[in-house]
């Protein structure tokens, strides 16, 4: 099935604990992205990858970090996580501009 | 400035009662405008893309059309199971990244 893998569905940590959410997408796509989603704030995207090994910041990249090392993987890493971070976080992927994107569940993660 | 504009904020129908959602946009020159249905708790899940003015797409009882200023996400005799928030988006030619509306709550009473 064409899919795209967050884990965890549910973290509570606590602040300045490192934490690593994983994404994965068996489609092959080149497009991926990282979201978070707040009441009354909607979508907001936190980074993009074009293609293996390059990145760019979305509209809101402080307190994250990402990687694409491989097509299919695009962790999101939270150095010192802090309790504005505590949100519901999608990743999605997509075969390229132009094209609508397949989303994961969602992770959502609270900071205490 | 790219900005999107969903209204209603939400909308509350009766089962079978027809409807129209808007999502209106200015973009400087436009990629695609993307329709997204989403569940409470879940991931969007993928409607449609639309081009062009004038296009129109098709599924079950949603049908959604384009012009150059807005889309409207129009549904036919809802269903309860019909009801979540529906998400619009549009990509300008100038930019990868989407911009999102705030989203249409539908709500479809039996």
């Known amino acids: 099935e064409a899919q795209v893998t967050q884990n965890p569905r549910y973290l509570i940590t606590v602040t300045g604990k490192k934490l690593t959410v994983t994404c994965s997408q068996n489609?092959?796509?080149?497009?991926m992205s990282w979201y978070r989603q707040d009441p009354g704030l909607g979508l907001r995207q936190i980074y993009y990858?074009?293609?293996?090994?390059?990145?760019d910041k979305g509209d809101v990249p402080e307190g994250y970090k990402v990687s694409r090392k491989e097509k299919r993987n695009f962790p999101l890493i939270l150095e010192s996580p802090s309790p504005n971070q505590t949100s519901l976080y999608f990743c999605?992927?997509?075969?390229?501009?132009?094209?609508?994107?397949?989303f994961g569940s969602g992770t959502r993660l609270t900071v205490v | 400035e790219d900005q999107v504009t969903q209204s209603p904020e939400a909308l509350r129908l009766q089962e079978g009662e027809s409807s129209s959602l808007n999502c209106s946009y200015t973009v400087s020159g436009l990629r695609g405008l993307f329709w997204y249905r989403q569940d409470p708790g879940k991931g969007p899940e993928f409607l449609y893309t639309?081009?062009?003015?004038?296009e129109e797409k098709e599924k079950e009882r949603l049908k959604a059309t384009l012009t150059k200023k807005e889309s409207f996400l129009h549904i036919t005799a809802p269903k309860p199971e019909d009801s979540a928030t529906y998400l619009c988006a549009v990509q300008a030619d100038s930019n990868y990244q989407l911009i999102w509306g705030a989203g249409t709550k539908l709500i479809i009473k039996p």
């Open positions: 639309l081009y062009s003015a004038g």
């Open positions: 999605a992927s997509s075969v390229g501009t132009g094209y609508g994107y397949t």
């Open positions: 990858s074009m293609n293996v090994e390059v990145t």
């Open positions: 489609m092959n796509h080149e497009y």
